[in-house]
């Protein structure tokens, strides 16, 4: 079973005179992983989708999707997958690969319809791509390590760098996860916001009853959403991205836009936050 949601893109006036509900609903992701089936959300942010694929029992395929208007989802767009469940595969392109927990999977634009299998919870990203990239499967010991962060300043972290041109080529998508240290709580400290690209992240690894308070808007009006285990938000161009964990987490930084330089940040100190 194939659902889509699809979110209009929010301007910063706008987002500014939303109330709780109102932010949850056009900023959450929630309940993308549903056994048995296939659920994405279509922004009209960079025309990015996510969602989540959730095998079971029986494989999932995932090929025409009628929001695109193209015989196949992947026809002039590009995909990266990443396992976040127990090991499974993903047949695309004539290849079936097998996805451990953390493995990141890359397919190119023209990779025709794409079978999710096994004890895999499948996070799925996707963006528009202007030509076709061969795909590669990416484990987290291939991935381009980054460690940032102090624990004074309860930022400890290490960045996992997998669709991100130090690792491989992609057209728009750039893709990694983030795991803070035991006693590190924040992420994305200090905050960035980059107009050119907007960007969508995934907390996981947390326990039920753990929230990520995590913080949107435009530096200088910043709102919040507390967020659960598997839930994502979206993040316009124009709104920082940070959170705090009450427990410990990680979280999936996906992006497409106008370049693929992950260092493309306009940073803003705490002290100039409102
Ligand atoms: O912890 C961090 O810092 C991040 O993971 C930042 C994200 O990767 C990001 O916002 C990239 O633009
Ligand atoms: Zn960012």
Redesign the pocket.
Known sequence: MLTVETRQAVNPEYAKTLDTSGLRKHFLAQEMFKTGEIRLIYTHYDRFVIGGAVPGEKPLALDKVEETKTPSFLDRREMGIVNIGETGTVAAGGQVYTLNRGDVLYLGAGTGSVTFAGGGRFYITSCPAHRSLPARLITASESKEVK?GASETSNK?T?NQFIHPLVMESCQLVL?Y?TLEDGSVW??IPS?I?DRRM?AYLYFGMDEKSRVLHLMGEPQETRHLFISNEEGALSPPWSI?SGAGIGSYTFI?A?AGDNVD?TD?DFIQPEDLK
């Open positions: 940032m972290r960045i990694g983030t992420n994305t960035h980059h960007e991205h930084w992006m992950y940040m």
